[in-house]
């Protein structure tokens, strides 16, 4: 095989209630990436969907790991890139870790013995560390192997999602780069606070196994990131209290943000998405929308040759 196109598609950090522990994957949108053999190195050819993002293999997510997987195995080739870009930069989609992801699996396709999961995930988090300066598995793991994971870079755990769970998803058209939320995080947090982010976290996990998903639902709630993040996303106080309002089981930020989303039941879903969105559109901030559910589809190939 001399080339292969990957998809990688969105994901949810977090997941609301699990800072930088779970993630869930959403196929609304994705990366993809085009890798084929090639001269000794990695060059990336052309990326489409998005400006600025640099050309610089070393220093894009899509390919930093594809460098190291060429130094570990010692290949006898290269990798020549195409990246196009989905999930708009800065968005709290994973982005990132999409491009990380779809880079490392299209390479993968071409190698005489492929990758297991763990050397994957490793991988990926080498190019994921490029955009943040952290490997954050909250993202990579979840836009590799889909559906809603305890992110272990090791042994990642799969959390089954409740039936009936349905996803609000409003990402507002303004950027808030992961550096700048993080800097929004506090330094220590109470011992009451801990307990009460570690009684939602449990029931959170909990009720995906007895499938119950209003419990479920309801245990989506983030102590930790959210009251000093929820300032940088205009309209975000008043989007939560309208779609409690109208029956929402939580409402949470997607990432560092600006994405946020709800879990919802079926029924009132499009309430809720036209509720936030509203909401945006009134500060006049433009939105994308979804309503979906947590995807059980991770990467994949989508053509080789």
Request: glycine content about 10%; some cysteine; aromatic content about 6%.
């Amino acid at each position: 095989m001399n080339s292969a196109r990957a998809f990688a598609p969105a994901s949810v950090g977090n997941a609301g209630v699990g800072f930088d522990i779970l993630g869930f994957a959403l196929d609304v949108c994705g990366d993809v990436v085009e890798v084929s053999k090639g001269e000794p190195g990695v060059r990336i050819l052309s990326i489409d969907g998005a400006e600025n993002l640099s050309l610089i293999a070393t220093e894009n997510t899509a390919t930093a790991g594809l460098i190291r997987l060429i130094e570990d195995f010692a290949l006898p080739f290269g990798f020549d890139v195409r990246i196009k870009k989905g999930i708009p930069i800065g968005s709290g989609l994973g982005g990132s870790a999409a491009s990380a992801v779809a880079g490392i699996v299209a390479a993968n396709a071409l190698l005489d013995t492929r990758l297991n999961t763990y050397e994957l995930i490793k991988y990926a988090l080498v190019g994921e560390s490029v955009a943040s300066g952290i490997a954050h598995t909250d993202n990579v793991v979840p836009c590799l192997l889909g559906g809603l994971y305890i992110c272990d870079e090791e042994t990642p755990i799969a959390i089954p999602v409740p039936d009936g769970v349905r996803v609000v998803v409003v990402h507002p058209e303004m950027t808030i780069k992961t550096i700048d939320a993080r800097a929004r995080l506090p330094d220590a947090v109470s011992l009451s606070t801990v307990v009460k982010q570690s009684h939602f976290l449990s029931t959170f996990i909990a009720s995906g196994f007895l499938n119950d998903a209003e419990k479920f639902g309801r245990a989506c709630v983030d102590l930790l990131a959210e009251p000093g993040r929820r300032e940088l996303i205009s309209g975000f106080d008043l989007a939560k209290e309208q779609v409690y309002s109208a029956g929402a089981w939580s409402f949470s930020i997607s990432g560092s943000g600006p994405t946020v989303f709800a879990l919802v039941s079926e029924d009132i879903e499009r309430k809720v998405e036209e509720l936030i969105v509203s909401t945006f559109t009134s500060q006049g901030i433009a939105c994308q929308s979804w309503c979906t559910s947590i995807s059980p589809k991770g990467a994949r190939i989508e053509e080789s040759q």
